[in-house]
Nanobody, 124 residues
Framework: QVQLVESGGGLVQAGGSLRLSCAAS????????MGWFCQAPGKEREFVAG????????SYADSVEGRFAISRDNAKNTVYLQMNSLKPEDTAVYYC?????????????????WGQGTQVTVSS
């Protein structure tokens, strides 16, 4: 029933860009704050970016501030992560997640719905 499906990952060189998409179904999308998390091998899943349910507030990890931008289109039930100036350290599986709240949380346990992830690999 409820599903988040990420897409847009791939292999890029350092300095390049990707745009990730997360398509939601089976939920009233506008009621959910959304987040992007990443997980690299040997590391815990970490917060990357979040957006409030109406899109008027965003939050970013320090490591991506100024390089990544989260946005959403509630009419399309989709959240995006524009990734610019990519670094090898950004290499990870990126997950989108949904939280029934007005506001974003940086804590992964606050999110109830998760996508399957999409691989982002940045080569040097």
């Amino acid at each position: 029933q409820v599903q988040l499906v990420e897409s847009g990952g791939g292999l890029v060189q350092a300095g390049g860009s990707l745009r990730l998409s997360c398509a939601a179904s089976g939920l009233t999308f506008r009621r959910y704050a959304m987040g992007w998390f990443c997980q690299a091998p040997g590391k815990e899943r970490e917060f990357v970016a979040g957006i409030s349910r109406n899109g008027d507030r965003t939050s970013y990890a320090d490591s991506v501030e100024g390089r990544f931008a989260i946005s959403r289109d509630n009419a399309k039930n989709t959240v995006y992560l524009q990734m610019n100036s990519l670094k090898p350290e950004d290499t990870a599986v990126y997950y989108c997640a949904a939280r029934m709240s007005v506001v974003v949380s940086t804590a992964k346990h606050e999110y109830n719905i998760w996508g399957q992830g999409t691989q982002v690999t940045v080569s040097s």
